[in-house]
């Protein structure tokens, strides 16, 4: 009665958690990263807003081809979004 355990739940419960935890990393990596959340990862990363929880899960179940393809896909656009706002001003003011 006097037995001092840190852990107060019951011994089952303890053992059942910690397998549950051991298989939900190997989940994880099985796991592909949507099309979406490449596209959105891309554009947060772009303008600098990424969130580390998405890039860790990025970099943990993504590949990199479809992160390295939205981001040259990203930049072609980015550039060409630029250069066409700066040749509409251009023309504006004569």
């Known amino acids: 009665m006097s037995e001092d355990r840190t852990d107060k739940r019951p011994a089952a419960a303890a053992d059942s958690g910690s397998s549950a935890d051991r298989q939900a ?3 994880a990596d099985n796991k ?5 959340h490449v596209v959105f990862s891309t ?4 303008f600098g807003v990424q969130s580390s929880r998405n890039r860790e899960r990025d970099f943990k179940q993504g590949k990199a081809g479809p992160f390295i393809v939205a981001g ?3 930049t072609v656009l ?3 979004g630029v250069a ?4 509409l001003v251009l023309s504006a003011a004569g």
């Open 25 to 27: 990393p190997e989940q």
């Open 32 to 36: 592909r990263v949507k099309p979406w």
């Open 43 to 46: 554009l947060a990363a772009g």
């Open 72 to 74: 040259l896909l990203f």
């Open 78 to 80: 980015f550039v060409a």
């Open 84 to 87: 066409l706002v700066v040749n």
